[in-house]
């Protein structure tokens, strides 16, 4: 028995209906448009869909670290922080996620600390 009871086949077989699943939904949308262009509005809003899914799958690093059992770190509060201020400073991500990784990497090794 696997996770939560499941055997192992059951859980390949979920893996791969989840597969199929995500593929048929995203084909489906890419199919339907086919060679047609977006309707402006829309591309107008599909521009902002990374800016609202990477802070998604950020905070909860940030906030609730597994490196820390769940505790709010000040460190990864401070790289977060950076990587805010450089990324509305300069535009860029790449800089923005260096500053970052520079204070993180940086306030581990001058604490001693994960």
């Known amino acids: 028995m696997g996770a939560l009871g499941y ?8 893996i791969v209906l989840l597969a199929v699943g995500t593929f048929a939904l995203r084909f489906s949308f890419l199919a339907i448009l086919g060679d047609r262009t977006l309707p402006p509005f829309l591309l107008r809003l599909l521009r902002y869909t ?5 802070p998604g799958m950020v905070a909860p690093l940030v906030l609730w670290p597994a490196a820390t059992g ?10 977060a922080a950076a990587s805010l201020l450089v990324g509305v400073a300069t535009r860029n991500v790449v800089w923005a996620i260096l500053a970052g990784a520079v204070v993180l ?3 581990i090794w001058a604490t001693g600390s994960l």
């Open 7 to 14: 055997s192992t086949a059951e859980i390949w077989l979920i």
């Open 70 to 79: 769940g505790e709010t770190d000040p460190l990864r509060l401070a790289a």
């Open 105 to 107: 990497v940086g306030g």
């Open 50 to 54: 990374p800016v609202a899914v990477i």
